[in-house]
């Protein structure tokens, strides 16, 4: 997707401070900022200056410039209301009947308020959603008194979307009373004692209130534009400022700062991963596992950010390149008398070389030959548009990697090239296209159609092909929008063979609008918009919309499109067909596809990873239908042992086929056979097939015929 609004994880810089308190003092510390409760942040929340004029241009831009031209109406301000309590409460875990009841005052008016720019409603909504959040965390600690009987018959019905909405507190204890009950049990079946238990959910369930309290105004704007902007397709969202900041390091794979994956632990900023060769990791001092707990710029003091939110944190300590910053962490693993350290850190550059294109090379062997195939792992296209823009030539983007990834492959002597686009959720469009083009001349790649229903073309801006060898596309269900342009090129020129599982459906193309450009205020605070302007349709016409690309050859998913995918979602848009455009076939796979499918199919009776592949997804499918668990102790133990057993068998079949001793038992210290990635493996068999083929076709395919199929 070119970027589905989610919590971005956040990269920062981290700069360490030295302090002096040991980290049983911090302890402390810690316990105190738990039991002392802050207030309710709605006894300061307000709407802003900013957010009546924000709220305008958000309403305008939609109204005019979005594809589906939405009406502001009455029908529009009931799909809002819908969308608001579900950003609230999409599990109906807080909200009583009676609340949605009182909400039904604003289903014919939230239009008009989005429009005016009056955007009270989406805070006293808060308020009351704050109340019951405050309840319920209250309630869940009042009930760590005393153990849970685990011997009980009962069960916990953790999925609520589609469930009624409890009738009152006392229906709604009884479904907490439960949710805190599994939440118990779970640690209990790890192996803690009810102290500890109760000590942990008490941490947990108090830092979840000092999260509410920790609201802020931009928070609760976004709730109301994002209600608005679900209220047309799921793909249009507002950016708060600090989220259109994350949007462009996402989309530029680089970011000012230190190198280092923050996440919130309780009161704790802890350090989840270090970027290789960032600053931090230079200093030899930042490690995984490690806490913030304060933050200095240059030689200023160092600011406590104990119980501080996460991107507050972030903000202080990402920089500009040559600044320096000093953070103050305790260390992993620090006893009783571990002291806190300060590191200073000089800010950079950091490249995040992990959403990265990389390259493999498998050896694979058909009919008796080995095939050297290189597979390319595409995990988002992207692009630093700000130094592109800038004239910079060496910029970092998707098609600079790729093109010279297969210049190393073929360096290599590959027989032929897999990109794998698995889990790539998409991202820029323009390198879709240049990316594309890699793989045959000049050509169209994709068309668009804006909302005045003028159509476009985007072509391969390179008359040459760079690649021309053997290729194969590899999909899943989680391949979204730009990947979808790239497989459906490929498939319409019958360049490549695509593999794997339908993808995601997402066929439409969003912008980023400043909203601060639009206010003629670069200095203002009003956030982004990013919303759809047009829907792009395959060469041949078809709309990836919902549908998604089919593959030529299917592997077994877990998935289906109804409860998975584009269509799963509210108000997706409709799939839909244009005109084919103009291009030119290269017809390098039709003929092939039947004896593939049957050469694919063969080995993968033979194949038990296949087999496990099956067995999971019928678990996955079991598993999906129940939406309730028990909340019976040897029940569970029940459960757990049987699919410890399974565990247990698969690793001790896979050790067979290898010749190895079986295991007893499995354990946190056994070290396991790693599960071989049987898609990507079986994608270079089946390209090796098609090599093989290509190379056999005088014999192979002398009667094309017999498989039905004839290239046009």
Known sequence: MILKQTAIAVIASLAFGAGVFAASDEDMKLDKALVKDLPPASLKLAPEKQHKRASQWVAALLNRYHYERPTLDNDMSREMLAQMIKLFDNNRSYFLQKDIDNFEQYKN????????????????????????????????????????DFTVEEDYEFDRQEAAWAADRIELDEIWRKRVKNDALNLVLAGKEWPEVSKTLGKRYAQAKRRMSQTKNEDVFSYMMNAFALAI??????????????????????????????????????????????????????????????????????????????????????????????????PKGAGADGKSKIVEIVRDRVKLEEQSA??????????????????????????????????????????????????????????????????????????????????????????????????????????ETFYSGPLAVLVNSNSASASEILAGAIQDYGRGIIIGEPTFGKGTIQVIDDLNRLEGNRESNFGSLKFTTEKFYRVSGDSTQNKGVVPDINYPSAVNSEEYGESSYDNAMA??????????????????????????QARIQENSEFGYLLEDIEEYRLAAEDKRISLNLETRKAERAKDEARQLARENARRADKGLKPLDELDEDTETLDAPDIGRLESANILADMIWLQSHAGVAMKDEEKFGVKDK
């Open 233 to 330: 397709e799921p793909h249009t969202s507002y950016l708060s400022p600090r989220s259109a900041e994350n949007f462009d390091i996402d989309m530029k794979l680089s970011l000012e700062g230190i190198g280092a994956v923050l996440q919130a632990d309780d009161v704790y900023t802890k350090i989840v991963k270090v970027v290789e060769k960032g600053p931090a990791d230079m200093t030899g001092e930042v490690h995984e596992e490690d806490k913030i707990i304060g933050v200095g710029q240059g030689q200023g003091p160092i600011e406590d950010v104990i119980g501080w939110r996460l991107d507050d944190v972030v903000d202080i300590v990402r920089g500009k390149s040559g600044s320096t910053v000093r953070l103050e962490i305790i």
């Open 575 to 600: 799939w839909d067909q244009i005109r084919p455009t103009q291009y030119a076939r290269l017809n390098q796979i039709n003929r092939y596809l039947p004896e593939l499918t049957s050469m694919h």
């Open 109 to 148: 008016s939230l239009d008009d308020a989005v429009a005016s720019g009056h955007v009270d409603p989406a805070f006293e909504m808060f308020r009351v959603f704050e109340h019951r959040w405050r309840e319920r965390y209250d309630y869940a600690r009042s009930l760590l008194d005393e153990p849970f």
């Open 358 to 463: 990389k390259a493999e090379t498998l050896e694979v062997t058909t009919n008796d030959r080995t095939y050297q195939v290189g597979v390319i792992e595409l995990p988002k296209f992207y692009i630093d548009f700000q130094a592109r823009n800038s004239g910079q030539e060496d910029y970092k983007s998707t098609t600079t990697d790729v093109r010279r990834l297969i210049e190393e492959l073929q360096k290599d002597g590959v027989d032929g090239i897999v990109l794998d686009l698995r889990n790539n959720g998409g991202g820029a469009l323009d390198e879709a296209a240049r990316l594309t083009g890699l793989f045959f001349d000049e050509g169209p790649v994709v068309q668009g159609r804006d909302f005045r229903g003028k159509v476009r073309v985007i072509s391969d801006p390179d008359p």
